[in-house]
């Protein structure tokens, strides 16, 4: 027995002994396993039911395995990891054409960036400089552009607009696309090559007789009484004088449309009051008739005739409605229907044009510039006009030719010219400075010798008048033909005591 029982501990240590050395380890609460799982004899399937399904009973779906962890502590004395810093942006190569000229810029984060000195320089701007505040000025005749360069704003106009600009290598720079289309410019872009233009109406005042210059006009610059409409701060504000004023500004924007340059706030709306006593109300073009007029008191026939004054340059308006001429006889003078078109003036010389940018219409004010016409307000009336000189109804110079109405007036005025220096035995018949010259000398040009007050008869001093009227008003007669034919045809007839020969008399 004792024997036995040895032998059966000899064998319990061996296999204790075994299992550890093979890496059994025991389960702790392990349950029989009685053969209850199906799967350990079936591979998985259950054996099936007298007439019941064989498909296969699902696996269950394994459970995923934990995902491990990527993130490694570092070393206590380990350095800590850098950051890469981001690539800075790269400029890129562009070419900016303003005004036809080039200016230096660069393309950075999707924004063109041009030199504003450059900018300035093409736009005619002038450029000021305040280092203190970093402010850049651009500015000309009408208006002004406050750049700061220290937030990114731009003051137009009373406004601030967010538009990007920066200095760079002690040079300032601006987006050109930003301050493009805030001054209603425009630009266009192909492959990397911009191409700016001014605003059109800006364009086209430039090319008009608006935009001049009064230092090259001493008399007019200083005399307060052209200020009116020869200086436009003083047109704006008719209490200034010359004394008042440090600068020579043209008729701009704001003579016209006031401080917001808004069609709504057009000047002049009201009934224009002539010098003489008339009230002309023109529509839109009343903003017009203010300065051009005749500018003379006609009501006052001596103190014209005792200087021999000339029409004021310009008496569009005079002409226009059939005011300013000497009419004599007791015949009825005819009168055109330009007078009676809505917003006269505006109508026809700012009607629009094919070409924005043309030399005429718009705010160029001009109905023709050399073999250039926009017939474009014309053609409502006169639907197959061709040509501003259109076919007069008649021969009225007399030159046995039918030709076209600005034709005729241009003989006339040279026949009436003719017969007044016929008859005073005159070299020339000259406007010096708002007066009428019956030039008997003119060896020196620059200060020519005319017949003295009261040696023109008052007739004749009347034809006169009417032929610089009609001269100055620079229509040739298409303001108001029928008129303008009469008057010239009238005044020949005073002075000669005869009808223009051969002419058809109107």
Known sequence: MRKYLASLLVLGLFVAFFAVAVGIQPQADAKPDYGSNCASCHNG??????????????????????????????????????????????????????????????????????????????????????????????????????????????????????????????????????????????????????????????????????????????????NDACLKCHNGLANIDTTKKYADLNAQAPIGCNTCHGESKAVKDLRGAKPYVTPYGMEIDAGAGTVCINCHNINRPLNNFAGLYAEYRAPHQGPQAEVLFATGGFEFGERAYERSPHGAIEDTCVTCHMAKQDDEYGPVGGHTFKVASGDVQNLNACTSCHADLKDLNRRALADYDGDKKLEGIQDEIHGLLEELKEAIKEKYQLVDLIDKSGRIMFVTDNTDPANPKGLEAGKVSENDYKAAFNYFLIEADGSEGIHNPAYAVQLLQQSYKAVTGHDVPNAVIR
Request: proline share 7%.
């Open 45 to 222: 399937t259950v054996a099936p039911k007298l007439g019941g399904s064989t498909a296969p009973a699902p696996k269950p779906a394994p459970k995923p395995a934990p995902a491990k962890s990527t993130t490694t502590k570092p070393a206590s004395n380990a350095a800590p990891a850098k950051t890469a810093k981001p690539a800075a942006p790269k400029e890129e190569p562009v070419k900016i054409t303003v005004e036809g000229k080039a200016v230096k810029g660069f393309k950075l984060n999707g924004t063109v960036y041009a030199s504003v000195k450059e900018y300035a320089a093409a736009m005619n701007y002038n450029l000021s400089w305040n280092g203190e505040k970093q402010i850049v000025t651009l500015s000309d005749y009408n208006t002004a552009l406050e750049i700061y360069l220290l937030n990114g704003l731009i003051k137009y106009r009373g406004k601030d607009n967010k538009i990007a600009s920066m200095t760079k290598d002690g040079a300032s720079y601006v987006d050109i696309k930003g301050i493009t289309e805030l001054t209603h410019g425009k630009i266009t872009e192909q492959n990397n090559v911009y191409t700016v233009r001014k605003s059109s109406k800006t364009f086209a005042w430039e090319q008009s007789g608006h935009n001049f210059d009064l230092k090259a006009a001493e008399r007019m610059a200083t």
